[in-house]
């Protein structure tokens, strides 16, 4: 710091000018006299001169010295981290990826917690960033110990990652940043003074299922897809098993795709490959996707309206006929604002009237997907349903839905009779099916047996929580009005507390292709100007040190002064 700073040498200069003052001081010539009557006894003078003498110094060389080093040291300007500035952010990339074994037999992970030990030695504090799939995680402030700890101890099995929206974040701020990944930056990406991009990983082959896939036949056999794709490999070690029956155990050229038909009555379908790189993407497990069915009372007096409904229904493949305990009800009667279940109202119009549109739907609603309304003919009367407007001819209103978090849908459909075009219409199975889905959706239990780790989905249960049973043990959900959104992170068998089994599954080609995964470094350390943010100058307590010296220099001075003069 003192060669970079011009002042400060010359005053290091100057210290060495300050010894040698007091080392070479001059003797005083022999000059003979006749007579010393005239002449007064004084002390030798010691300042000055070219021979060395004796080093005998008095106190106030050292007061000078002391002086002179304060000042030197205030024109160095010496900083120290600021207490806010002694924390260091460290981003760690949690995808699957980081889990790839490199050469040497160890993890990216484990190479960026032996990074995180290098570059956060300097620091007291450091604040973790996890950066997975969704949205960056705060995982707290911590020792730089208990950081590399953590992230050593880490489970990466994100199927994307959160990199880049997470140093847009802590970029706008000041402070040492630190990312930690298997990917090099994008060329896209400028990063500012005191951001490091750190890449642990390496440039691996690997292959991975990209797609897996199963679903019912006619017949009740299940057909089973998969895809394999290799980066950087050329063939893969494939197979398929239904229980315990071996279906396929072959060495397949890469890229692959194998449509398998099951025997009836198979419950688990495996797919698994052989070793390699990456570990997480080599292995599939598909339950069979059993149909969910709703329980539907028809309570329909007009017979045509009955016919329709009826035929509707049975068309879906999904009705089982209950009037005990329905879980939708059809009926062209009075709505009970009580009943648990759901229920479509048939609303019948007064003074009725064929309109022709235009139609303005909420194309928002789920119901009305697949529901094309142009050139239909309908029946509206004066008499509006109540409920909020779904779909309305002008300002009449034709479909209303009545729902809330604590109550079961009731959807009115203004109709008469089944005379209208919408019920002669495609329009009108295709707005029974979207009912009947979206009521087994609603259902407790599960919608689908096969989720992709990273994957929100719904959950239902009967009560205020729903158990599950994780790899990693029991997981307790708090539902409201019934649901909750989950995301599951860990591939591996799941099941619910009532017994019912369900598979997560990683499927991400983006994290399997690993040839973009690299050692290196990008950014650079703070600049001055970044410096001077995030340091505290001490350059003025050094100065005042050398005022009070010069101070005490000068009264020791006038003290001798004043006693001369007294002598």
Known sequence: MIFGIPYALLGAVMVGGLVAVYLFRSR????????LMLWQKVARPRQGGVRRDVLVLPPLFYLELLALLAMVLAAAAPMMLQPSARTLTVIVDTSASMTAKGGDGLTSREHAARTLREESGRYARVRLILAGAGEPALAGTMTPEEARRMVAGTECVAAGDSVMRALARVSEGEGAVLVLTDRGMPEEVALRPGV???????????????????????????????????????????????????????????????????????QAVTVWLGDDALAIDNRVVLFPETVRPVRV??????????????????????????????????????????AACWQLVFHKPEAASWVRGPYLADRGQRVLEGVTLEGL??????????????????????????????????????AGDA???????????VF????????????????????????????????????????RGSETLALRAGSTTWTPTTPGLYALRSGEAFAVNFIAPAESDLQSCRRGVWGERADMETLEQTHRSYAWTAGLAALALLMLHHARLFRRAAGGSAA
């Open 28 to 35: 005083a010539r022999r000059r003979p006299v006749s007579s």
């Open 196 to 266: 490091v991009w750190r890449a642990c990983g390496e440039l691996l082959a690997n292959a991975g299922i990209t797609h897996a896939s199963r679903s019912t036949l006619a017949d009740g056999r299940d057909a089973v897809l998969v895809e394999v794709a290799g980066f950087g490999v050329a063939a893969a070690r494939l197979r398929v098993a239904a229980g315990e029956t071996m279906m396929v155990d072959e060495t397949v050229t890469l890229p692959a795709r194998r449509t398998l038909i099951t025997p009836p009555g198979t």
């Open 297 to 338: 009372a028809v309570r329909v007096a007009e017979a045509s309206l009955r016919r329709v409904t009826e035929r509707a229904l049975a068309a879906t493949g999904r009705m089982i006929a209950d009037n005990a305990t329905p879980q939708l009800v059809v009926t062209d009667g009075p709505a009970d604002a009580e």
């Open 377 to 414: 003919v309908w029946a509206a009367g004066t008499n509006p349903p109540p409920g909020r407007a779904w779909v309305l001819a002008g300002s009449t209103p034709l479909l209303t839905g009545d729902a809330s978090l604590h109550r079961a849908p009731i959807f009115r459909l203004v």
């Open 419 to 429: 005379q209208g075009t919408f019920f002669q219409s495609v329009n009108w199975p």
């Open 432 to 471: 029974v099916w979207n009912v009947v889905s979206l009521c087994a959706e609603a259902q407790p239990g599960l919608g689908s047996h096969n989720l992709r780790a990273g994957t929100a989905v719904t959950l239902r249960g009967a009560s205020n929580s729903l158990v599950l049973e994780t790899p």
